[in-house]
Structures are given as structure tokens and as C-alpha cells.
């Protein structure tokens, strides 16, 4: 008797075999939850600068498709040579050298930009501190003149306060410099840890730009063998969605946060704000995350600049949110489109839930997950209620009270109407129902 695939008896026994290691694995997660995660923490740890340069081929691609098609493609057809497979591997070695020079010199660019106006703004932040504390004092007394009462307690709050914190710098703070220094070797350490995984993804995300058909041909050969024609072209399918979901949502809101952080520093300059280039960079980067990030960029800027002038941070205000209801009505709907096709709803809890389990990467990351996962219920919800001959269509079930089970027609909501006690509630089984039939 041959063993395989086609066996009965083997697929029953590799039936059993996934059972029992389902079994023992639910097992794992529930009583040794820890030990499963520093197990899972170890393996991502190692496998780090491969999942830095998948996100970072991840993120060049389309620029290497434009320098190989838009630029060599037209400089070859306008020469009227078609390029060998040598030539063709040379052309895509050269893109992707391109595209890499230029990406790393962006970012140099762009460091070399802001951290010497966000260094010099957090020196101006020290130094003139003791100044900002006065500056907020004498508004207080300015606004609260006509109550002392007032006056005199929040004045007497500002300065305990102020107070306790000169006592931490001169009595806590130097006492546990050992210990500071110790954190910042440990934190020295992690640092060096991530340039060298930045790296060695750069370096990864190399050849996976430069041998990109040939990884995912390798992918497609393998799902064909492991799943039939029927599944394994589903299955691809569903990684193209969600390949598209993916690259659409984070390319989107890269320009979307670039272009808030240009009107922000624009705005900030005509209003003559302090800290233009400082709450430019808070205010794109936090915008990453729909619906929190605006307001967690907003609130320590407009702290900032109340410690400057605090009539200047309410117009910051107003002006923050004038520019994030352009933002969210007209421009990031023109850049992402309908990217996710998720209710605003949806999009809050993909938020909560992500940040929840994973913190700031999961906010980032929550949107377009849930958008392959709605895609994929909804999905399943059509499929099944088209084997059971009822409609898909949303608007047939809104105001809908019940179906007709024959006619499969729907019966809509009647008012005043309330469902009696002995409707609730009751369960029968398929033999019941057969009989009542």
C-alpha cells in the first residue's frame, strides 16, 4: 500500500498529527505566554535587518520601476537598442544603486536640515526657560487682576512647582548620574544594535531589488505546489490586494505628512511663531497616525509656544485646526483616494486596537490591516449569504425586520411593533423545524 497525499489513512493521520500539535501549541500560548514571547522577541531580533530591508525595497521599488522605465526605457527606445539579459541585469543593478544613493542623500539632506534648527531650538528651550516661566506668570496676573484670590494660588502652584524642580536638578538628578550614564551606555549600545540592522537591510533590500521577479516567482512556484490551481491563484490574488491596500495607505500618508509639514512651517512663518522648523517635524511626523496623531503633534507645540506667548498658542490652535480640516476634507482624500474603503468608525477602532497590542507601530500599521481583514469578512459574508439565495447588497437590509423564508422578500421594520417574550430567544433545532414545515 502506497503512502501519500492521495492516501486516505495518510491524510487521516496527518489530520490527527495537526490536531494534537494545534492542541499542544493553544496549550503553550495560554500557560507560557511568556516564554512563547521572549521566544517570538529573539526571533525577530535576529531576523531585524531582514525585515528592515524588506520595508525598505518595500518603499524603493516604485522609484526603481520609474528610473528603469521611464528613464533607461526611454533613453534605449530612442536609441533604438534592445538591451541583452546581461544588459537588462546591468540596467536594474544601476536603478537600484540610483535609487538607494538618492534615498540615503535624501535623508542626510533632510537630517542636515533639521538637526541643527531642532538642536538649536531645544538649547533655546533650556536656556530661556526661567524667561518663559515669567512670561507665563505675568499673563496670569494680566489676565486674573481683577480675582487675587485666584491669582495668588495659581502664581503659588507655579512656583512649588518651580521650586521643586530646581530641588530635583541640584538634589536628585546629579546624585544619579552613575546610573544615567549606565542608561546611556545600555542606550548607546541599542543604537549601534540598530545602525548595524539599518545596514544590513540596506544591504538586504539590494538584492531584493535587484532579484525581485525572481523571489516572487519562487513564491508563486511554491504556493502552486503546496495548494491547487484554483486556491494557489486565489492566494495570489489576495497578496496583490493587499500588496496594493499596503502600498497605497503608506505612500499616500508619506505625502500627506510631508505636505501638512510644509503648510505647517509656511503657516508658523506668516504668523511669526517660534519654533517653526521644531512643531513642522512634530506636527508631519505624528500625522502618520489618522485621527490622534494631528492632536498628539498639536498639544506639546501649542504647550511650547504658550511657555513663549501664550495668546500666540491659542491662534496656533486655530490655525492647527483650520489646517487639519483641509487636510482631512480636500487633500489626503485627493492623495489616499479611497485607499482602505473603511468607514471612519472601522478606522478608529483599527487604531485603538493596534495601539493598543503594539503601541505607536500598530497605530501606523492598524489601518491598512483592517483593511484587508473587512475585505476578507466581507467577502466570506457575501459567499455565504449567496449559497443561502439572499442579497448582498447592503441597502436591502437596512430597516429590514425579518426575510420571508420562502420568498426570501424582506419584511421592513414596522413601527410600535415590540417583540413578545415568547419570541426571544427561542432555539430549535434543524429536527424541529423539519417537523414544523
Not at 494631528?294 to 498639544?299: D, S
Not at 449567496?386 to 447588497?393: C, E
Request: glycine content about 6%; overall charge positive.
Amino acid at each position: 500500500m502506497k503512502l501519500g497525499p492521495d492516501n486516505k489513512y495518510f491524510r487521516w493521520g496527518l489530520t490527527a498529527f495537526l490536531t494534537a500539535a494545534a492542541g499542544i501549541l493553544f496549550y503553550f500560548v495560554i500557560f507560557h505566554m511568556r516564554v512563547l514571547k521572549s521566544g517570538i522577541d529573539l526571533v525577530i531580533a535576529i531576523l531585524m535587518p531582514v525585515i528592515y530591508g524588506l520595508l525598505i525595497s518595500y518603499v524603493l521599488w516604485p522609484l526603481v520601476r520609474i528610473f528603469e522605465t521611464k528613464l533607461f526605457g526611454k533613453i534605449l527606445k530612442k536609441m533604438k537598442v534592445t538591451p541583452t539579459a546581461k544588459g537588462k541585469k546591468a540596467i536594474r543593478l544601476t536603478c537600484v544603486l540610483a535609487t538607494l544613493f538618492l534615498f540615503l542623500f535624501a535623508i542626510y539632506l533632510l537630517l542636515a536640515l533639521l538637526i541643527p534648527q531642532v538642536a538649536n531650538s531645544i538649547a533655546s528651550i533650556v536656556e530661556n526657560f526661567p524667561r518663559y516661566i515669567d512670561n507665563i506668570q505675568e499673563w496670569i496676573s494680566s489676565t486674573l487682576k481683577n480675582n487675587p484670590d485666584m491669582e495668588n494660588t495659581v502664581n503659588n502652584l507655579i512656583s512649588t512647582y518651580s521650586e521643586k524642580a530646581e530641588e530635583w536638578l541640584s538634589q536628585d538628578l546629579m546624585p544619579q548620574m552613575n546610573s544615567i550614564i549606565r542608561e546611556l551606555s545600555s542606550g548607546l549600545v541599542g543604537f549601534i544594535t540598530f545602525i548595524k540592522n539599518v545596514i544590513l537591510g540596506i544591504i538586504v533590500s539590494i538584492y531584493m531589488l535587484y532579484g525581485k521577479e525572481n523571489l516572487i516567482a519562487n513564491a508563486k512556484k511554491g504556493v502552486y505546489a503546496l495548494f491547487s490551481t484554483r486556491r494557489a491563484n486565489q492566494i495570489i490574488k489576495d497578496c496583490q490586494y493587499i500588496d496594493a491596500t499596503f502600498g497605497k495607505y503608506i505612500i499616500g500618508m508619506m505625502l500627506d505628512s510631508l505636505n501638512i509639514a510644509v503648510w505647517c512651517y509656511v503657516g508658523l512663518l506668516i504668523l511669526q511663531m517660534p519654533y517653526a522648523i521644531l512643531i513642522s517635524v512634530v506636527v508631519g511626523v505624528t500625522n502618520f497616525i489618522p485621527f490622534f496623531g494631528p492632536y498628539l503633534g498639536a498639544i506639546p507645540s501649542a504647550v511650547l509656544i504658550f511657555m513663549v506667548n501664550p495668546i500666540q498658542a491659542l491662534y496656533f490652535i486655530i490655525f492647527i485646526f483650520v489646517l487639519q480640516q483641509i487636510d482631512g476634507n480636500f487633500i489626503a482624500p485627493r492623495i489616499l483616494g479611497d485607499s482602505t474603503g473603511m468607514s471612519s468608525l472601522m478606522v478608529l477602532v483599527a487604531i485603538m486596537v493596534g495601539g493598543g497590542l503594539f503601541g505607536i507601530p500598530g497605530m501606523l500599521i492598524g489601518v491598512p490591516v483592517c483593511a484587508v481583514l473587512c475585505t476578507a469578512v466581507r467577502h466570506f459574508m457575501e459567499r455565504r449569504l449567496a449559497d443561502k439565495n439572499l442579497p448582498t447588497d447592503q441597502e436591502f437590509y437596512n430597516g429590514l425586520d425579518q426575510i420571508n423564508e420562502e420568498s426570501h422578500e424582506g419584511v421592513h421594520l414596522r413601527r410600535g411593533r415590540e417583540v413578545r417574550r415568547d419570541e426571544a430567544f427561542v432555539f430549535k433545532s434543524r429536527k424541529t423545524e423539519e417537523k414544523e414545515k
